[in-house]
C-alpha cells in the first residue's frame, strides 16, 4: 500500500491499480524526488504525465503545489486518480485529463505553463523520450521550470532534448530520476 509520505495529509493510504503493466513510484523514489526539488514545489503548477494512481501528483498537492494536472490515457487510471483525489480530502487544485500524454503536451502549445513536469511513462517504451522531445517544442515548461523523468536505470536517455539539458540523475535501485533544466546560453 502507498501512502502520501508528507505534507498536510501526510500518511494518507492511497489505492493502486493490481497488474504486470502497472508500476507505482515506490515511496523511496518519492521521497528522493521531493527531497530533491524541496520547497520549489510550493505554489507552483505540477504536471503529472502518465499519472497512474496519481500518487506524485497527490504528493505534490499535499507538499504546497498551487495546481497539479493529472494526464493518463488509462480509463482506470482516471477512475482511480478520482478515488484517490477524494480518499484524501482534495477537492481542489487539480485537473484530471483523459488524454495520451504527448498528444496532451502537443494540445498545450503555448498556451499553458507548468513550473514542474514529471513523465512516468511504462517502462521499455519510448514514451519518455517522445514526451521529452515534445515538451521541448511546445514550449510548456517557465523559464526556470524542471523536467523529472522516471525511468529503467538501464535505459538510453539523451543528455540534451531541445531546450533542454540533462543536469541531474540519481539512481535508487532499478529506478533512475534524471532531471532536465532549460540550457541558459551565455
Known sequence: MMKVISGR???????????????????????ALFNIIGSFIINKKFLDLFAGSGNIGIEAI???AEEVC??????????LIRENLEKCG??????????DAVDFIR????????????????YGSDLGGLALE??????????????IYE???????????????????????????????KEIKD
Open 107 to 122: 494540445s498545450r502549445r503555448k498556451t499553458d505553463k507548468f513550473d514542474l513536469i514529471f513523465l512516468d511513462p511504462p
Open 70 to 79: 493529472f494526464v493518463d490515457n488509462d480509463k482506470r487510471s482516471i477512475k
Open 9 to 31: 495529509i501526510k500518511g494518507r493510504s492511497l489505492k493502486t491499480l493490481k497488474g504486470l503493466d502497472i508500476r507505482p513510484t515506490p515511496d523511496k523514489v518519492k521521497g
Open 134 to 147: 515534445e515538451i521541448s517544442k511546445a514550449d510548456v515548461i517557465e523559464q526556470e521550470g524542471l523536467i
Open 62 to 64: 499535499s507538499r504546497g
Open 151 to 181: 525511468h529503467f536505470h538501464k535505459s538510453e536517455v539523451n543528455r540534451k532534448h531541445g531546450l533542454f539539458k540533462l543536469y541531474k540523475q540519481k539512481r535508487l535501485g532499478d529506478t533512475c530520476l534524471s532531471f532536465f533544466h
Open 90 to 99: 482534495i477537492n481542489r487544485g487539480f485537473k484530471i485529463f483523459f488524454e
